[in-house]
């Protein structure tokens, strides 16, 4: 596998019982907003190598599309990925990512959103929501059942990286702040797995944060960018059930240097 200047090296790999035929959509992949990449792919049922197609996603997000019959079926994927340019802003994401979704009540929490945050903008904004859901939310394992979105997570106070995720994001577009969810390779994620990040609109940039404050931002690898953690999913499938029996992500990075929450970082 190649090398490139700031390597970092990111994988996951999968296996899941499928009961019947159906259609299958991985983000699994790297973003293609990486110029330099190094990448494998491997998909299988019950051990035959099955064709996927690459689809181009908004932001980079590249999504392989399959279809099987009944079987086991497994997914692996590896890649060497350099670092890549900061992200571009687009007119059509100031609207599309400012507005509420699925999993992102922002219209329902204004209210809450503008008696807590009051007086403030800007760099100032978006470091105090983000350090405000760190405070108020406890990280749950990833064995504990998903609560749904925004509001219901904020009711229960518990969740994983996905509904911190949710909440900063509710509470900026609440604010008129454009935000959007980012699923990313995270090197130094304890525990590892897939975990899900926010870029907000700030200044002209599209800057970092993560409530959960579980990994440093500057290593972190894009795959795929969307509204709420609808848009992100590593595996979706229409038409049939999918069990999923056991799933491995690994992310390393040559140095990983402690994150500071109050820095502003971009993705890279």
């Known amino acids: 596998m190649a090398s490139f200047d700031s390597d970092r090296v990111v994988r996951a790999e999968f296996a899941a019982t499928v009961v019947a035929h159906t259609e299958f959509v991985l983000s699994m992949a790297v973003a293609g907003t990486h110029p330099e990449v190094a990448e494998t792919l491997s998909v299988?049922?019950?051990g035959a190598e099955l064709p996927v197609r690459e689809l181009a996603g908004p932001h980079g997000t590249r999504l392989h599309v399959g279809e099987v019959?009944?079987?086991?079926l497994r997914v692996a994927y590896e890649a060497r990925v350099g670092r890549a340019p900061a992200a571009l802003v687009d007119p059509l994401d100031v609207i599309a990512y400012a507005r509420p979704s699925r999993y992102v009540e922002a219209d329902v929490l204004t209210s809450?959103?503008?008696?807590?945050?009051?007086?403030?903008?800007?760099?100032?904004l978006l470091l105090a929501v983000e350090r405000w859901v760190h405070e108020r939310l406890r990280y749950?394992?990833?064995?504990?059942?998903?609560?749904g979105g925004a509001e219901a997570t904020l009711a229960s106070g518990v969740g994983v990286c996905r509904d911190f995720?949710?909440?900063?994001?509710?509470?900026?577009?609440?604010?008129d702040v454009p935000a959007r969810l980012v699923s990313v390779y995270a090197p130094g994620l304890v525990p590892m797995d897939f975990h899900a990040v926010v870029e907000a609109l700030v200044d002209d940039r599209w800057l970092l944060v993560d409530a959960t404050r579980l990994a440093p931002r500057r290593e972190?690898?894009?795959?795929?960018?969307?509204?709420?953690a609808a848009d992100t999913a590593f595996?979706?499938?229409?038409?049939a059930d999918v069990d999923l029996i056991e799933l491995r992500v690994g992310a390393e990075a040559p140095e990983l240097e402690p994150d500071d929450p109050n820095e502003l970082v971009e993705l890279s």
């Open 44 to 46: 299988t049922l019950d």
């Open 69 to 72: 019959e009944a079987g086991v």
């Open 112 to 124: 809450f959103a503008r008696s807590h945050f009051a007086g403030l903008a800007g760099v100032e």
């Open 140 to 147: 749950a394992s990833t064995d504990q059942a998903w609560r």
């Open 165 to 175: 995720a949710h909440v900063v994001l509710a509470l900026l577009r609440a604010l």
């Open 220 to 228: 972190m690898v894009r795959i795929a960018t969307g509204r709420d």
């Open 235 to 239: 595996l979706t499938n229409t038409l």
